[in-house]
């Protein structure tokens, strides 16, 4: 089990950027898929960019081009630089974290962090 805080949410502009950050509480050369999920007011959860041990990574359509997801390995971290932001980019963002143990997969969430696209 892993516990992961993000951070890095905030007031933007549109047209404007913000890196978003995720720690995880232990090692995450161990942790075979990471992952940033957002939810916007009144819609389900909805996956983002993920990335996986190799570095390989994944993106949604919607932000291909604007989204880049990345893991320093050394600090422990995920992070999602977000740009060219739409004001419907308002959501909260999760960070998660899949573990594979024989035929299972162990599954961690963080609590989110809030961006909101100013008018």
């Known amino acids: 089990q892993v516990q992961l805080v993000e951070s890095g949410g905030d007031l933007v502009q549109p047209g404007g950027s913000l890196r978003l950050s995720c720690a995880a509480s232990r090692s995450i050369l161990s942790i075979d898929f990471m992952a940033w999920y957002r939810q916007a007011p009144g819609k389900q959860r909805e996956l983002v960019a993920a990335?996986?041990?190799?570095?390989?990574?994944n993106y949604a359509d919607s932000v291909k081009g604007r989204f880049t997801i990345s893991r320093d390995n050394a600090k422990n971290t995920v992070y999602l630089q977000r740009n060219s932001l739409k004001h419907e980019d308002t959501d909260v963002h999760y960070c998660?974290?899949?573990?594979?143990?024989?035929?299972?997969?162990?599954?961690?969430w963080g609590k989110g962090t809030q961006v909101s696209g100013s008018s």
């Open positions: 998660y974290a899949g573990t594979r143990s024989g035929s299972t997969v162990g599954e961690d």
């Open positions: 990335i996986i041990a190799g570095g390989v990574t």
